[in-house]
């Protein structure tokens, strides 16, 4: 039986994640997630492949979206109202065009502290409308792609196994970022091969392998490159036909609702891995 062992919210892209007990799975992830991106004077997205100090900002929102807080080691934290009705302005991710809504000077002035550079908070307008690709397609706010991304322990296992028979230290779960951490598959990377599943009151469908990039070499405590771990060992077992490596999956959601730690994901289609 596989069991969910953690949930865990990002609520502004590319920053700390917030573990939590019980959430609500809407159409576009876990509630609040990547509903915040932080970007530059041209409005061009901020990540930890150019700014890992990104890392170690630890934001908590309320539960109604309304407060946000941003705590960083070293600095006062600073807590903003949530504006959803401002003006909207341009911003890009990946090159798509998008736009948010700007939080504000206090926030800005905080984060660009933080990075060393001029920067902005900016959140998803509620008329947001993206369509993620994959083999069932989803919606998110500023997510890289796909509203969910589903991770094993087992598949864990095998990949600090690895590291070990290299005399590298092994990684946290952290490391690799997901929001649903699943433990009791015997077999490593059975998440591959799910195609639809029920945990809690939601219903999940397979949308694609979960490409990994250089944000896995960064530290998620301290902000800094700690490469070259895990993409070269990943490069030995985990190159995906489409390029790149590959390790967990994405899922788009079929059904929203409540979810919580210690629900059965049950699997109710199965398919064959594409790795």
């Not at 576009?28 to 890392?55: E, I, S």
């Not at 196994?161 to 490593?188: H, T």
């Not at 591959?192 to 070499?217: H, N, P």
């Not at 490469?227 to 990943?234: C, I, N, V, Y």
Request: charged share 25%; net charge neutral; aromatic share 6%.
């Amino acid at each position: 039986m596989a069991t969910v062992v953690e949930l865990i919210c990002y609520p502004i892209k590319g920053c700390a994640g917030t573990s939590c007990d019980r959430a609500l799975l809407t159409p576009a992830g876990l509630a609040h997630d990547r509903a915040f991106m932080v970007v530059d004077a041209d409005g061009v997205f901020r990540t930890q492949r150019r700014d890992p100090q990104l890392a170690p900002i630890r934001p908590e929102i309320d539960a109604g979206g309304e407060r946000l807080t941003l705590r960083r080691p070293g600095a006062d934290p600073v807590t903003i109202d949530v504006d959803t009705g401002g003006p909207r302005r341009d911003v890009q991710l990946f090159g798509n065009p998008f736009r948010g809504i700007d939080q504000g000077d206090a926030a800005a002035h905080w984060l660009s502290q933080a990075l060393g550079a001029d920067s902005r908070l900016v959140r998803v307008p509620p008329e947001h409308e993206r369509v993620t690709d994959g083999a069932i397609p989803g919606t998110a706010g500023y997510a890289d792609s796909s509203p969910l991304h589903v991770l094993s322990r087992t598949s864990l296992d095998v990949l600090n196994a690895r590291l070990g028979e290299r005399g590298a230290p092994p990684l946290p779960m952290a490391r690799f970022r997901p929001n649903v951490v699943v433990e009791g598959w015997a077999d490593p990377h059975t998440e591959d091969r799910v195609r639809r599943c029920t945990v809690g009151e939601a219903e999940l469908g397979y949308a694609k392998l979960a490409i990994r990039c250089a944000v896995t070499l960064v530290d998620q405590d301290t902000g800094t490159r700690a490469g070259p771990e895990p993409l070269r060992t990943f490069a030995g077992y985990r190159r995906a036909p489409q390029g790149g490596v590959a390790f967990g999956g994405k899922f788009a959601v079929l059904r929203p609702g409540k979810v919580a730690v210690g629900d059965e994901l049950v699997v109710t289609e199965w398919g064959t891995a594409e790795l």
